[in-house]
C-alpha cells in the first residue's frame, strides 16, 4: 500500500482502469493536451468557472478523478468507496463540453461530475443495495432524480459503496461493509469506520472522488456519514427528492439528500434534485415548495435567528459536548438567540414504533420494487433464501434477523402497522419536534449530529455514542449537519433541525456557521489512532 503522503496533489490526466469494472469509453485515448487539474477540495462554482473560462473541460476534469478514485480508493490508502464506474462517463463529459462548446450550459452542474449511492437506478450500471444477489440487476430506467441530474448537466461518474441493504439487514451490522463492495474506511483516519448507510458517499466525497455525491437516508444515513466524514449533508422533507426507483426501507422516512463539502455544493445539488414527483406518494405535497437553494445562501442568516438547543442529545461523550460549546458561541457571534437549553417532552418515545413501521413497509416496499424492476430475485422471501444458500458470501460477519422479522409481518393494511405509524409521526412529529419549535418560536433546533468515527469492528459491529438527528428522521422533516470541529483528527457535525419544506432556511443558517467557523478540514489519511 502506498503512503498518503507521497500522493500527488496535482493529478495528470491518464487513462485508467479500475479492476473489475468496465473501461469508460474513449479511456485508451491519449489526451491531446497534458493538463493538470488539483481536484481536491474541488468546488462546484470553482470548477465551473474554470470551465467556462475554458481553462479545464468536462472531460479532463472527469478523467482527473477517475485516476484520483484509481489513485487512493483502488491502491494509495485503498479507502474502497466506489462501487462501481459509469462505463460512458468520458461520453457523458464529451458530450457537455460540446453543449458548452456550442453555447448551451444547462446549469451549475453542467459537466459536474457526481457519485450516486447504489441503491439509487441509473442505466448503464448495477443497482445491488451492495447485495451479491442483485449483483447482476441492472434497472431498465433511471431513477427520477438521475434523470433530473442528467437534465441538469452532470456527469454521472459512478456508484458508491453502502452498508449493505442500508443497514436494514442485521442489529449486528458492521456499517460500510456490502458483501458486493467490501468494507470502506474512514478517509480521515482508516481503520475508523464512515458510518452507514451512504458510507461509500460520505468517504468518496470528502477525499474529493467527484465533486458532489447523492446519499440517502431513512435515520441517520445521510447525517451519520457526512458528520464522521467531515462533510455537510442534507436530510430534505420526505417528498421533496423523489424516491422513484431507489430501493426501499420506509415509505414513511426515506429520501435521498446531498453530500458535499460545502454548503453552497449541498445547495446547488439540492436545487437539481428537489422536484415534486406525482409519482412519488410524498411528492404532491412537494408542489410549489421546491426553491432556489442555492440563491438562497446568506452569511449573515443567522442574525436574529432564534434556535434552541437540545442538550437532551449531548452528554455521551465530553470532547464532543466542548465541540458543541464552542459552536454555540459561533452561533451566538453571529447574531443568533440561542433558546438554551430547550427539551422535547417525548425524547425517544418513538423508538419502538418507528422500528414497527420499518419492518412493515422494508417488507412490502421491497417486493414492490424487486418485482417492478426485474430483479434477480422477486421478493423479500427469495431474497432470504439466496442469503441462506450463500451464507458463506453473503454473510459471513452477521446474519439477517431484521429481514426475516420483516418477512413474518403482515400488510400495510394492518391495524398493528397503522397504530404504529400513527404513534411514530405523533410522538416525534405533533407531539416531538414540531411542537418544540412552535411552542418555543424557534427558527431551528441544533444539535450535535453524532459522535466521532468508532474503529471498524466486523466481529462486534458498529459502536453508536449517541446522535440527535433522529427525531427529524422520524418526523419526516429536514435536517442538515456541517462540520463544527473534530476529536483528535475525527470530525463532528453540528445539525440543524426545522419544520417541514425550511430546507432554505436551514441551508442559509448552516452557510452563515460554515462561513463563520470554517471547520472543515481535509482527511490525512492517517492508518490509526492506535497508539
Known amino acids: 500500500m502506498r503512503p498518503a503522503l507521497v500522493l500527488p496533489v496535482l493529478l495528470l490526466l ?17 489526451a491531446t493536451t497534458t493538463v493538470a487539474i488539483d481536484v481536491i477540495e474541488l468546488d462546484v462554482a470553482e470548477a465551473g468557472r474554470r470551465m467556462a473560462n475554458g481553462e479545464i473541460d468536462s472531460r479532463q476534469l472527469t478523467q482527473a478523478y477517475l485516476d484520483r478514485i484509481a489513485a487512493i480508493d483502488d491502491a494509495g490508502p485503498g479507502i474502497n468507496a466506489v462501487i462501481e464506474l459509469a462505463p460512458d462517463a468520458l461520453a457523458q463529459a464529451e458530450a457537455r463540453d460540446a453543449e458548452r462548446a456550442a453555447g448551451q450550459v444547462r446549469g451549475p452542474l453542467h459537466g459536474i461530475p457526481v457519485l450516486l449511492k447504489d441503491n439509487i437506478d441509473a442505466t448503464g450500471m448495477a443497482n445491488s443495495a451492495g447485495s451479491l444477489a442483485l449483483a447482476g440487476h441492472r434497472p431498465a430506467d433511471d431513477a427520477f432524480l438521475v ?79 457526512s458528520a464522521v466524514n467531515g462533510l455537510v449533508g442534507l436530510k430534505p422533507t420526505v417528498g421533496l427528492v423523489s424516491r422513484d426507483g431507489i430501493i426501499p426501507i420506509s415509505i414513511s422516512q426515506d429520501t435521498a439528500g446531498p453530500m458535499a463539502r460545502t454548503v453552497a455544493d449541498a445547495a446547488a445539488l439540492l436545487t437539481v ?43 455521551y461523550h465530553p470532547d464532543v459536548d466542548a465541540a458543541t460549546e464552542r459552536a454555540l458561541d459561533a452561533l451566538r457571534t453571529a447574531g443568533a438567540e440561542l433558546v438554551d437549553p430547550v427539551e422535547i417532552a417525548t425524547w425517544r418515545q418513538w423508538g419502538g414504533a418507528e422500528f414497527e413501521v420499518l419492518l412493515y413497509e422494508f417488507k412490502d416496499g421491497l417486493d414492490t420494487y424487486l418485482a417492478d424492476s426485474g430483479a434477480p430475485v422477486a421478493s423479500l422471501e427469495a431474497l432470504v433464501a439466496w442469503n441462506r444458500e450463500n451464507a458463506d458470501r453473503a454473510m459471513p460477519f452477521f446474519g439477517q434477523e431484521l429481514f426475516e422479522q420483516a418477512l413474518a409481518k403482515g400488510p400495510l393494511t394492518d391495524a398493528a402497522y397503522l397504530e404504529a405509524r400513527a404513534r411514530a409521526r405523533r410522538l ?52 442538515v449537519t456541517v462540520p463544527m470541529g473534530e476529536v483528535r483528527g475525527l470530525p463532528l457535525g453540528l445539525s440543524f433541525m426545522g419544520p417541514a419544506w425550511s430546507e432554505a432556511d436551514l441551508l442559509a443558517m448552516a452557510y452563515a456557521f460554515e462561513q463563520a467557523t470554517q471547520a472543515r478540514r481535509p482527511p490525512a489519511f492517517t492508518p490509526s489512532l492506535a497508539p
Open 147 to 225: 434523470a433530473r441530474l442528467r437534465e441538469a448537466g452532470a456527469v454521472i461518474l459512478g456508484k458508491t459503496n453502502l452498508s449493505e441493504w442500508a443497514n436494514f439487514r442485521s442489529s449486528r451490522s458492521t456499517s460500510g461493509w456490502s458483501s458486493r463492495g467490501g468494507q470502506t474506511r474512514n478517509p480521515y483516519v482508516l481503520d475508523r469506520n464512515p458510518c452507514g448507510s451512504s458510507a461509500g458517499t460520505g468517504a468518496a466525497i470528502t477525499a474529493s472522488l467527484a465533486t458532489v455525491g447523492v446519499g440517502t437516508e431513512t435515520d441517520g444515513s445521510i447525517l451519520c456519514p
Open 273 to 315: 434534485l428537489a422536484a415534486a414527483d406525482p409519482a412519488d406518494p410524498a411528492g404532491a405535497a412537494a408542489e410549489g415548495k421546491v426553491a432556489d437553494y442555492l440563491a438562497g445562501l446568506d452569511k449573515d442568516a443567522l442574525a436574529g435567528k432564534r434556535i434552541g438547543v437540545l442538550r437532551q442529545a449531548m452528554g
Open 428 to 479: 416525534a412529529g405533533e407531539e416531538g419536534l414540531l411542537a418544540l419549535l412552535r411552542d418555543q418560536n424557534l427558527d431551528a433546533v441544533v444539535a450535535p449530529t453524532t459522535g466521532p468515527a468508532w474503529p471498524t469492528d466486523p466481529v462486534l459491529g458498529d459502536h453508536f455514542t449517541g446522535a440527535g438527528y433522529g427525531v427529524a428522521a422520524v418526523a419526516g422533516t429536514p435536517s
Open 14 to 30: 491518464a487513462a485508467c482502469e479500475r479492476p473489475g469494472d468496465s473501461v469508460p469509453a474513449n479511456a485508451g485515448e491519449a
